[in-house]
C-alpha cells in the first residue's frame, strides 16, 4: 500500500561523501495514515492486556472490581501500557529499518537528516518529544511544524536531526525490477558492463536532467547486444562521457557503458 500526499515535497542533500541524494518527503497526510494505524494497533493490543488482566482478577477474586489487594497489580498494567505505547515506536523504528507497522504500510521511512540510516539515540529523542508535538491536543503543534517545515519536520524530527521520507511506489518499484530485468538479460547475451571510474567529484557534476535522461534510456533500452546502436543512444553516450570525463576508447560499448552508469548512480537519486 502507498500514499501520496499532494503536499509532499522533494529534498535533496549532499552526504559527508559528497554524494547527492534526492528524498520525497512524508506529508502531513501520508503520515497522519500511518499513525492512525499505528494508534489503531496499540489500542488493540492495550485493550486485550486490560481485558486479559481483568479475567485474571475475576478469577482470583470472583469479582470485576475487588477491594483491596490489587493496587500494585494496577498500577503496573497502568505503568507498562505506558511502556507500550512509547517504546512500540522506539523499538520499530530503531531495529526495523525506520519503520513501524503503519508507516510500512504507507510507505514511509525514518532516516537521519544526511539520509543515513535513524540511530537510537535520534530516535528516542524524535519520540519522547511527541508529546510537545500533540500540544494542545490533536498533535496540532506537530502538524503546524510539518506545514511550515522545508522538510516536513515535526518539533521532534527538528530536535532529533531526523527526517521522514516517502519510499518508491508500487509502479516506481515495478519499473526498476524492469529494468533490472533487462540489463540482466543483456548481460546474459553476452554484454558487458565496465568498471567506471565514478570518484565523488564526478558524481557531484551530475544533475537531475541527468538523471532523468539516463533513466529514460534504460527504461527502454534494446538488452540484445548485438542490435545495432540507435543515433539517441550515442549521443547521450557522449554526453555522458564528456560531462564525467570519461575515455571514449576505454568504453566503447555505448550499451554496456549507459547501463553501468545507471545502476552506479541510481542509488543517488532512489530511494
Known amino acids: ?16 561523501e559528497q554524494v547527492r541524494l534526492r528524498y520525497r518527503t512524508a506529508g502531513l497526510g501520508s503520515r497522519a495514515i500511518a ?17 486479559g488482566a481483568a479475567g485474571i482478577v475475576f478469577f482470583l477474586s470472583s469479582t470485576w472490581f475487588p477491594n483491596d489487594g490489587y493496587d500494585y497489580l494496577f498500577a503496573g498494567i ?27 504500510a504507507v510507505g514511509l521511512r525514518v532516516l537521519m537528516q544526511h539520509g543515513q540510516s535513524a540511530t537510537i539515540l535520534p530516535v528516542v529523542i524524535r519520540n519522547l518529544f511527541r508529546l510537545l508535538d500533540f500540544l494542545p ?7 503546524v511544524a510539518i506545514l511550515f517545515s522545508r522538510r516536513d519536520n515535526r518539533i521532534g524530527d527538528m530536535v532529533a536531526g531526523t527526517i521522514v521520507v516517502a519510499e518508491a511506489s508500487a509502479e516506481h518499484r515495478s519499473r526498476r525490477s524492469r529494468i533490472d530485468k533487462r540489463i540482466a538479460a543483456m548481460q ?15 558524481r557531484a557534476l551530475l544533475q537531475e536532467q541527468d538523471w532523468h535522461l539516463l ?6 533500452m534494446d538488452p540484445s547486444p548485438k542490435t545495432e546502436v540507435s543515433g539517441l543512444e550515442q549521443r547521450i553516450w557522449e554526453h555522458f562521457t564528456l560531462k564525467l570525463g570519461h575515455e571514449r576508447t576505454r568504453y566503447s560499448d555505448i550499451r554496456g557503458y549507459l547501463a553501468a552508469l545507471y545502476l552506479a548512480v541510481r542509488e543517488d537519486w532512489e530511494l
Open 1 to 16: 500500500m502507498h500514499f501520496n500526499s499532494s503536499i509532499e515535497k522533494e529534498t535533496q542533500f549532499l552526504t559527508p
Open 35 to 51: 499513525h492512525l494505524i499505528d494508534v489503531l494497533l496499540l489500542i488493540a493490543a492495550s485493550a486485550l492486556i486490560l481485558f
Open 78 to 104: 497502568f505503568i507498562f501500557l505506558i511502556v507500550l505505547n512509547v517504546g512500540y515506536f522506539i523499538v520499530m523504528e530503531a531495529y526495523w529499518g525506520g519503520q513501524t507497522i503503519g508507516k510500512k
Open 137 to 143: 491536543m490533536g498533535y496540532f503543534a506537530g502538524g
Open 188 to 202: 546474459k547475451r553476452g554484454g558487458i558492463l565496465p568498471d567506471l571510474e565514478l570518484a565523488d567529484a564526478r
Open 215 to 220: 533513466q529514460g534510456w534504460a527504461d527502454r
